[in-house]
């Protein structure tokens, strides 16, 4: 039983370039999210899923996209990175209430 | 929008101490949760409180949900280095989207 896991763990992108995200979840769980965390400012949501094939803008959505295609992973893409989209990216899922999180993607824009 | 203060950003304190960390907003919240996250991890919950002037206890740890349903407050018995983290609070809206904190950074000195 692995939790959330996220992959990759590190990545480093010029601007302009794209990338994917993913967040995987064995717990079954409905809702998935993805956050960004910057320092000073906590954890803010990107996008977040409240079931397979639906998607939702979060707090801060713009320059990024998502999918869930299947119940157990969300996928988060930049199409093309800006250093302002420097940041640690969590994924977490929950069923309802406790959200349980992914170790985070530490993403550097140069 | 709805944000949520956590006050103090930073907190330095030699073991055994006691400390206080406030979780403000003027929004109402259907609960309030807690989270902890150490370097290079997810956050994990500690606790959700549910009802106005609900307090719960967990070992050294105490927290308390304001009667209007607006506040929460984070309360340390003799801190030890192992409580050394980011506590975050959130906000829990329409049961499943959270609103977090920008986090309060604990580092408790030996």
């Known amino acids: 039983n692995a939790g959330v896991t996220q992959t990759p763990k590190f990545r480093v992108l010029k601007t302009g370039q794209s990338m994917t995200l993913l967040c995987a979840q064995d717990m079954n769980h409905e809702y998935m999210y993805w956050y960004r965390q910057d320092p000073g400012m906590g954890l803010r949501l990107i996008h977040y899923s409240v079931g397979e094939g639906t998607t939702a803008k979060g707090e801060v959505p713009d320059g990024y996209n998502v999918s869930r295609l299947k119940k157990q992973n969300f996928l988060l893409g930049l199409e093309s990175a800006a250093p302002s989209q420097t940041s640690v990216y969590f994924c977490?899922?929950?069923?309802?209430?406790?959200?349980?999180f992914g170790p985070g993607t530490r993403l550097t824009v140069l | 929008t709805q944000l949520l203060e956590q006050s103090p950003q930073f907190l330095s304190i030699q073991e055994g101490e006691n400390l206080t960390v406030y979780c403000n907003s003027s929004?109402?919240?259907?609960?309030l949760q807690w989270y902890r996250q150490e370097p290079g991890e997810g956050p994990v919950l500690l606790v959700t409180?549910?009802?106005?002037?609900e307090v719960k206890k967990l070992k050294r740890l105490t927290f308390q949900f304001g009667d209007a349903r607006k506040d929460s407050s984070l309360h340390i018995t003799a801190a030890q280095p192992g409580d050394t983290g980011l506590y975050l609070c959130a906000g829990v809206i329409g049961g499943f989207k959270t609103i977090f904190g920008a986090g309060t950074r604990l580092f408790v000195k030996a």
């Open positions: 977490a899922s929950s069923r309802a209430g406790e959200q349980f």
């Open positions: 409180v549910v009802t106005g002037g």
């Open positions: 929004s109402v919240f259907s609960s």
